[in-house]
């Protein structure tokens, strides 16, 4: 869920020493979006990005690469929760 003004952008994982993309993070990556439900389709999508830009996420393409997203509407000046990022992984450095 979102609100009609946010922006949700994706870019592939990289090394934060050298700035490059890290295949192996984006294994990793791949594999926590395929375990939450997502198909290649919207994988390739969050990942495709070079790390210097980003695919910014529009409800349109969200409804065609599978995800399922919604409009909110916060009423009466409410304020929704941030919440914690569920996942961040750990590599051990090559």
Do not use: C
């Not at 375990?35 to 070079?50: C, P, R, V």
């Amino acid at each position: 869920m979102a609100r009609a003004r946010a922006h949700i952008g994706f870019h592939s994982a990289y090394n934060m020493d050298t700035g490059q993309a890290s295949g192996m993070m984006n294994a990793i990556v791949g594999a926590y979006l395929s375990i939450i439900g997502l198909d290649y389709e919207a994988i390739i999508y969050i990942t495709k990005s070079d790390p210097d830009s980003s695919t910014w996420l529009t409800f349109e393409d969200a409804k065609k690469i599978g995800i399922d997203a919604a409009r909110l509407r916060a009423s009466g000046g409410a304020r929704l929760r941030r919440r914690r990022p569920a996942f961040r992984a750990r590599v051990p450095h090559a």
